[in-house]
């Protein structure tokens, strides 16, 4: 209830003005039994009907009913406003907290588990404020009104409603007590199953290839399970409380009508008329009620308040600083000559594990305009050390330099605006192929983006293209072969115009002959800058200026091709493993 309270803390104007409208529904119900109780008291019998006091009540009747229907309906238009304008505004700061997050903290939890918050949480939480508000505050309001009223009729029978009404409390607080930690255990599992779900369609390819389709079945149907079990734990625990409740006002009920009778049947019951018994009856009635439609209510706000746990939770989680960014306008044209700078890295030390050390003592300079290749095995460190170098993760120890500044005195923005990386993957958003090549500079124009594509060797397919630069594209797309989006890829560099160069394994998912013209158009790229070569394809390597040759987070060995061929170390044995047999 803190996390929502908080939540609603924007929108306290509103809400206060919601509780007006909802006082209003409340005095115009609550008016009108002592209304119908007078109307029965004007009905004393044969021939001693008062017809002018009837006809009086009754359009006083009408107009309570129709002020009270007209704010019940501006109130419920004013608290779905709220309602969903916070439901948005919550999930505009769920995205704007993805782009600030540390890459460690995504690569460590499942994009399924971000979109559960995002998108299932906010949903319930949604229904949960909604009911609260059309519920809750008007519920409350119907009972401390319908207590006013009932005073005013009569207190014996007032202080009897007081008297059971605790064990209708004590019933609903022992249950709703359960059910929070039921509906977060909810929230958790079905996190879980929607993450799993995430994992599996989008390696539906890679499941089938493997015959993984049972297992991945008999996976899903185990959180299925949990999500299903947790689900109707939670249902069976929140579905007590209106039952409950209910139990313990119908007995409140029939106290107060059996106690009521005997007074209008008795001597002392002088001036408790049927009329007034009927309209207390009514106060029985509506004052119960309440509690029955709150402890549906509370069941509801206990799911949707372990869900705002997990939103405040998401949203409170610590952010990288990127207050400070670089301009498009303050990157140089591509066809300027850009002096690349030089590249320190002085005795840096890193590790996932603070038990196990990764990166040891690192150390190397690069000049600008400068090839350095970075080989070694798989799990050696190559593609640890390039998220080191953008500060995708932070150095345990030592320093990283660019152009003498140490990168932990630049904004994340200043420091990524220098480099420029093409990965193994590439990803191409659902947007033209325009918008693809100009997705770091959306403010370049249209001959600008011709020449990097040009530049890129781009420009020949995209002119064949249904819609040529206009054609709509997508993560996923068919359109474009592999080569293609790495074509892309290479044109948004050429684009950015950035001062240092990582590629990491960019040419191994393609042929040969493909991987010849990506190797034309990066070498275009790469005249001038200093780049880093993350590759095993000995054409990649072999014409570096220096090959660094990793293992075990450490360089053991470094520089040319041929230097390193001769010394007959780790390299040369990486080196005769991969082309066995063949002349190098």
Same mark, same amino acid.
């Given at each position: 209830?803190? *996390?929502?309270?908080?939540?609603l803390?924007p929108?306290?104007? @509103?809400? +206060?003005?919601?509780?007006?409208?909802?006082?209003?529904?409340?005095?115009?119900?609550?008016?009108? @039994?002592?209304?119908?109780?007078?109307?029965?008291?004007?009905?004393?019998?044969?021939g001693?009907?008062?017809? *002018?006091?009837?006809?009086?009540?009754?359009v006083?009747?009408?107009?309570?009913a129709?002020?009270?229907?007209?704010?019940?309906?501006?109130?419920?238009? +004013?608290?779905?406003?709220?309602?969903?304008?916070?439901?948005?505004s919550?999930?505009?700061?769920?995205?704007?907290?993805?782009?600030?997050?540390?890459?460690?903290?995504?690569?460590?939890? @499942?994009?399924?588990?971000?979109?559960s918050?995002? !998108?299932?949480d906010?949903?319930?939480?949604?229904?949960?404020?909604?009911?609260g508000?059309?519920?809750?505050?008007?519920?409350?309001?119907?009972?401390?009104?319908?207590?006013?009223?009932?005073?005013?009729?009569?207190?014996?029978?007032?202080?009897l409603?007081?008297?059971?009404?605790?064990?209708?409390?004590?019933?609903a607080?022992?249950?709703a007590?359960?059910?929070?930690?039921?509906?977060?255990?909810?929230?958790?599992?079905?996190?879980?199953?929607?993450?799993?779900?995430?994992?599996?369609?989008?390696?539906?390819?890679?499941?089938?290839?493997?015959?993984?389709?049972?297992?991945?079945?008999?996976?899903?149907?185990?959180?299925?399970?949990?999500?299903?079990?947790?689900?109707l734990?939670?249902?069976?625990?929140?579905?007590?409380?209106?039952?409950?409740?209910?139990?313990?006002?119908?007995?409140?009920?029939?106290? !107060?009508?059996?106690?009521?009778?005997f007074?209008?049947?008795?001597?002392? $019951?002088?001036?408790?008329?049927?009329?007034?018994?009927?309209?207390f009856?009514s106060?029985?009635?509506q004052?119960?009620? @309440?509690?029955?439609?709150?402890?549906?209510?509370?069941?509801?706000?206990?799911?949707? $308040?372990?869900?705002?746990?997990?939103?405040?939770?998401?949203?409170?989680l610590?952010?990288?600083?990127?207050?400070?960014?670089?301009?498009?306008?303050?990157?140089?044209?591509?066809?300027q000559?850009?002096?690349?700078?030089?590249?320190?890295?002085?005795?840096?030390s890193?590790?996932?594990?603070?038990?196990?050390?990764?990166?040891?003592? +690192?150390?190397?300079?690069?000049?600008?305009?400068?090839?350095?290749?970075?080989?070694?095995?798989?799990?050696?460190?190559?593609?640890?050390?390039?998220?080191?170098?953008?500060?995708f993760?932070? !150095?345990?120890?030592?320093?990283?330099?660019v152009e003498?500044?140490?990168?932990?005195?630049?904004?994340?923005?200043?420091?990524?605006?220098?480099?420029?990386?093409v990965?193994?993957?590439?990803?191409i958003?659902?947007?033209? !192929?325009?918008?693809?090549?100009?997705?770091?500079?959306?403010?370049?124009?249209?001959?600008?983006?011709?020449?990097?594509?040009?530049?890129?060797?781009?420009?020949?397919?995209?002119?064949?293209?249904?819609?040529?630069?206009d054609?709509?594209?997508?993560?996923?797309?068919?359109?474009?072969?592999?080569?293609?989006?790495?074509?892309?890829?290479?044109?948004?560099?050429?684009?950015?115009?950035?001062?240092?160069? +990582?590629?990491?394994?960019?040419?191994?998912?393609?042929?040969?002959?493909?991987e010849?013209?990506?190797?034309?158009a990066?070498?275009?790229?790469?005249?001038g800058?200093?780049?880093?070569?993350?590759?095993h394809?000995? *054409?990649?390597?072999? $014409?570096?200026?220096?090959?660094?040759?990793?293992?075990?987070?450490?360089?053991?060995?470094?520089?040319?091709?041929?230097e390193?061929?001769?010394e007959?170390?780790?390299?040369?044995?990486?080196?005769?493993?991969?082309?066995?047999g063949?002349?190098?």
């Amino acid at each position: 209830m803190k *996390s929502i309270l908080k939540l609603l803390k924007p929108y306290t104007i @509103p809400i +206060l003005l919601g509780l007006l409208l909802a006082a209003g529904n409340v005095f115009a119900t609550l008016a009108m @039994p002592v209304l119908f109780g007078s109307m029965i008291d004007g009905i004393i019998g044969p021939g001693q009907v008062n017809f *002018s006091l009837l006809i009086r009540l009754s359009v006083i009747v009408a107009a309570c009913a129709a002020s009270g229907a007209l704010c019940q309906y501006v109130q419920t238009l +004013l608290y779905n406003r709220i309602t969903f304008r916070l439901i948005g505004s919550l999930r505009d700061r769920g995205m704007e907290k993805i782009q600030k997050l540390p890459v460690s903290w995504l690569d460590t939890h @499942p994009p399924g588990e971000v979109i559960s918050i995002l !998108v299932a949480d906010a949903e319930q939480l949604s229904d949960g404020i909604l009911m609260g508000f059309t519920q809750f505050f008007t519920g409350a309001l119907t009972i401390v009104g319908t207590l006013i009223f009932m005073f005013s009729q009569d207190v014996r029978l007032s202080l009897l409603v007081l008297f059971i009404t605790p064990l209708s409390l004590f019933a609903a607080a022992m249950i709703a007590k359960r059910t929070h930690e039921m509906f977060r255990l909810q929230a958790e599992a079905r996190a879980k199953e929607t993450a799993l779900v995430e994992e599996f369609i989008g390696n539906e390819k890679l499941v089938k290839i493997l015959s993984y389709e049972k297992r991945a079945l008999e996976r899903f149907r185990m959180r299925n399970e949990e999500l299903r079990s947790s689900s109707l734990k939670a249902l069976f625990a929140s579905s007590l409380t209106n039952p409950g409740t209910r139990f313990v006002n119908n007995i409140m009920y029939a106290a !107060v009508a059996c106690a009521g009778a005997f007074r209008v049947l008795s001597e002392n $019951g002088a001036g408790f008329t049927v009329g007034a018994l009927t309209c207390f009856l009514s106060y029985a009635i509506q004052y119960t009620r @309440p509690f029955n439609e709150i402890s549906g209510v509370f069941a509801e706000l206990q799911g949707a $308040g372990a869900c705002a746990e997990r939103i405040m939770k998401f949203l409170s989680l610590e952010e990288v600083d990127i207050t400070q960014t670089i301009s498009a306008g303050s990157r140089v044209n591509i066809t300027q000559t850009i002096p690349s700078p030089a590249l320190a890295l002085r005795s840096i030390s890193f590790s996932y594990d603070p038990a196990r050390p990764f990166i040891r003592d +690192l150390s190397f300079e690069a000049a600008s305009g400068k090839h350095i290749a970075i080989v070694g095995p798989t799990g050696c460190g190559k593609t640890t050390l390039m998220n080191l170098l953008l500060r995708f993760y932070p !150095v345990s120890a030592g320093a990283i330099e660019v152009e003498g500044q140490e990168i932990s005195t630049l904004s994340p923005h200043a420091l990524r605006s220098r480099f420029g990386m093409v990965l193994q993957e590439t990803w191409i958003r659902r947007a033209t !192929v325009r918008e693809n090549i100009a997705l770091g500079n959306e403010t370049a124009g249209e001959q600008e983006i011709i020449a990097a594509a040009r530049a890129s060797g781009a420009h020949e397919f995209i002119r064949f293209l249904p819609k040529g630069y206009d054609t709509m594209l997508g993560d996923g797309n068919t359109v474009l072969s592999e080569g293609q989006r790495q074509l892309l890829s290479i044109a948004r560099l050429f684009l950015l115009s950035p001062k240092i160069i +990582l590629l990491d394994e960019a040419t191994s998912s393609i042929d040969t002959m493909t991987e010849k013209r990506i190797g034309e158009a990066l070498e275009k790229l790469m005249e001038g800058r200093l780049s880093l070569i993350v590759a095993h394809r000995l *054409s990649t390597i072999r $014409g570096a200026d220096e090959i660094l040759v990793m293992k075990d987070g450490a360089i053991i060995e470094r520089g040319r091709h041929e230097e390193l061929l001769s010394e007959g170390g780790f390299y040369a044995e990486l080196v005769r493993s991969q082309y066995a047999g063949i002349a190098i």
